[in-house]
């Protein structure tokens, strides 16, 4: 921070922040906006030598503001005053920076107590408003922990996601759900902790499956005491914590104790705990001996596209790895992309206590000072040049590569199946938004509308949507009706949100089906990596993928739930959106469907087509989808309101059916011959029963 150039940003070449007499001073006396074109490069020069004379001299964020509203870009800064006074000068801007600045119509500031501060509330930002002009991450799925709890007596094992408000210690992050799982799974063979819940903790009358199997010690029936058990949880920590090889030595030594004592038995025991520990060790990948605790981040970039690999260290012991491809313009240099990121990343989570990036960072010193004041402790951000830390990025650098390579792979087949589909449907230019609606329901009950989202990067599961139906004029099973509803709730909210005259601009467009960009850039970057496509092409693709508004919607159904679509969108003037619905083959089969499109004859598409293929995966994902949010809304109605919405149900039989089984969820679970031996059950009530916990479809 003793060099006032750290403070500038990467993507511009500003100067050094003492020397004012190359920033324009004469700005005060600058030319009104009106006296320029709407968005020129002139008006933006103007709007900005305004809104500078009300900038403070302190640090902090601002915020470039486009015509309709929206953020185009964030920002901090040491001084913001000269910061903003920069994009004012006539001459030294790239492309990306003159197109942003001739796009901004206002500026908003905030004052911040330092410039530490400001770094994290810009990252914060960026998250949240997702401006199209800074370097974005993309996918911000939370990453799961493992949680040993610590507000019940006996401590429970599990995987954790989201905020951490339960009582407990954390550890993590684990790259993946399955990793989590296979060592929560270790760890109870290892410490024999329970993971059932408090609820069936405390309901449990004899020892469970997990005892049996030797995965668990079973505090819930005294066949532990709470000491012994306590000194399992304290080990397990210990473990978790990077004192594995402390735990190992100590069972080792009671393991050679036991087995001088001729307890053969508890000396089996601790050989099966220890083989249990050495599983968890030996999943773990490579495991860095001088590296205790870090986060080893790769970046790497091909054909305009770029791929941060990190991996994550904790104990000594590798906990996987997981692949980002951040948002950002083909100009910025690896290190450039890869430090905008980190401020991201950790924007909600914990750092680790070191940091290795694989290129130099912009501010890496002052990232460091904010991560160590977001945790309370020294936090190092470094480059390894050499060594074993060195090989652990070098290693980062290698995933990075080789998932980039698959990324492009299979970018360019979506943009194929893509540019396939414009073609099927007549359409005049390869989609990069396609919505899927579809709805499920059991009789009427429970019904749920569904959207799934689909792109040049497949599916967008963040933008998914649920609908829960409430008409109450709708007849139960109404399926146009309840296509209506979703249809015009999703496109109500969508022009109050974003107005279609801003769906519709020039900038938003996708990319014309004959020029077929996205596939030229990455058959490009695939076969010749120095030659890649041409970068102007490539960062209008990139910077105009969020469009809300779909290029193409898609509608599980036939004519008639085609006819409600059309109905809803010429009452809410929705003229432009081309429409498709998807009927179902005779028989429900695969390959034979047939497609009605507005005015136009209906169709099929040739057997084994992979656009055909394609569409079917689109159909399938949003009835998967509309299926599962339709269950977890009838198991929780039916939680909260018992057996009786089970046509034929009623008082005396559903005393039947739980003094049979015990629990709501044993009768769920329970097959059709069971049900069928319940007193006062008949085959047709006990169909009716497994019908409506099992069925499939609507």
């Given amino acids: 921070m003793d060099d006032p150039k750290k403070n500038i940003e990467p993507e511009l070449d500003l100067p050094d922040e003492e020397d004012d007499q190359t920033l324009p001073e004469a700005a005060e006396d ?95 930002l960026i998250k949240r408003l997702r401006p199209r002009f800074n370097v974005l991450l993309r996918d911000d799925k939370s990453f799961p922990y493992i949680l040993i709890t610590g507000d019940h007596a ?40 329970r993971s059932c819940s408090d609820a069936v903790y405390e309901s449990r009358t004899r020892p469970c499956l997990l005892h049996q199997i030797k995965r668990c010690a079973a505090p819930c029936t005294g066949e532990i005491s709470h000491g012994d058990y306590a000194e399992l949880v304290r080990e397990a920590r210990a473990f978790l914590s990077g004192r594995s090889g402390a735990v190992k030595d100590q069972l080792a030594h009671e ?10 038995e508890r000396a089996a025991v601790l050989r099966d705990r220890l083989a249990a520990l050495a599983a968890v060790q030996s999943h773990q990948g490579i495991n860095p001996r001088g590296v205790e605790e870090a986060d080893v981040f790769a970046a790497y970039q091909d054909g305009g596209f770029n791929c941060i690999e990190v991996f994550f260290f904790r104990t000594g012991q590798n906990w996987g790895n997981r692949a980002y491809f951040p948002r950002a313009d083909r100009s910025l240099e690896a290190g450039e992309v890869l430090g905008a990121f980190l401020a991201q990343f950790y924007d909600d989570k914990p750092p680790p206590r070191a940091v290795f990036v694989s290129h130099e960072i912009p501010d890496r010193a002052l990232l460091a000072e904010a991560l160590g004041v ?10 390894p040049m050499r060594g074993e830390k060195k090989d652990l990025v070098d290693h980062a650098m290698a995933n990075a590569r080789e998932a980039l390579g698959r990324r492009l792979a299979d970018t360019a087949s979506q943009q194929r199946l893509l540019a396939g589909v414009a073609q099927a449907f007549g359409l005049a230019r390869a989609p990069r938004r396609i919505e899927v609606y579809d709805n499920s329901h059991i009789q009427g009950s429970n019904a749920v509308g569904a959207m799934v989202v689909a792109g040049p990067e497949g599916f967008r599961k963040n933008q998914y949507r649920k609908f829960n139906i409430r008409s109450e004029d709708l007849t139960p099973g109404d399926d146009y009706g309840m296509m209506r509803e979703v249809l015009a709730r999703r496109f109500k909210r ?14 938003a467009a996708p990319a014309p089906l004959a020029a077929a960009p996205e596939v030229a850039v990455i058959a490009d970057a695939q076969a010749n990596r120095a030659e890649a496509a041409e970068p102007a092409e490539t960062s209008e693709i990139v910077e105009t993928a969020d469009t809300p508004w779909p290029d193409l919607v898609l509608i599980d159904g036939g004519e008639g739930q085609l006819g409600a679509a059309r109905e809803i969108f010429a009452t809410l003037g929705v003229i432009d959106v081309p ?21 136009k004859a209906s169709f099929k598409l040739p057997p084994r087509d992979p656009v055909l293929y394609f569409v079917q995966r689109l159909r399938d994902e949003a009835h998967r989808f509309a299926i599962g949010s339709h269950r977890a809304r009838r198991k929780r109605d039916i939680r909260e309101a018992g057996l009786q919405e089970i046509p034929g149900i009623g008082p005396t039989r559903k005393r039947a059916l739980l003094r049979h089984f015990g629990t709501l969820r044993a009768i769920e679970r329970a097959s059709l011959a069971d049900l069928a031996r ?21």
């Avoid at 393991?255 to 053969?264: K, S």
């Avoid at 429409?579 to 005015?599: C, N, Q, S, W």
């Fill in 154 to 193: 006996a401590p429970q094992i599990l995987k954790h996601r989201g905020a951490r408000s339960r009582k407990g210690d954390y550890y993590g992050p684990f790259a993946a759900v399955n990793a989590v799982n296979r060592t929560i799974t270790a760890l109870e063979r290892a410490f024999l902790i």
């Fill in 255 to 264: 393991m050679e104790g036991a087995a001088e004592a001729l307890d053969f």
């Fill in 678 to 698: 319940v007193p006062g059950v008949n085959d047709e009530t006990a169909k009716r029963i497994f019908d409506f916990f099992h069925e499939s479809g609507r």
């Fill in 374 to 383: 977001k945790t309370g402790r020294k936090v190092e951000v470094a480059v």
């Fill in 494 to 507: 969508l022009m109050a949100e974003a107005p279609r005259a801003a769906g519709l601009a020039e900038d």
């Fill in 30 to 124: 600058a030319v009104e906006p009106e006296h320029f074109a709407p968005g020129s490069l002139g008006a933006g020069r103007a709007v900005i030598s305004r809104y500078a004379k009300l900038a403070p001299a302190s640090s902090g964020v601002y915020r470039m503001i486009g015509a309709n509203g929206e953020v185009l870009y964030v920002g901090k800064a040491k001084s913001l005053k000269k910061r903003v006074l920069s994009y004012a000068r006539p001459t030294g801007h790239d492309s990306r920076i003159a197109r942003m600045i001739a796009a901004t119509t206002a500026l908003e500031f905030v004052s911040t107590g330092s410039e530490t501060e400001a770094l994290l509330l810009e990252a914060n």
């Fill in 579 to 599: 429409l498709v619905a998807i009927a179902k083959g005779p028989d429900r089969d695969a390959g034979r469907e047939t497609f009605h499109m507005p005015d």
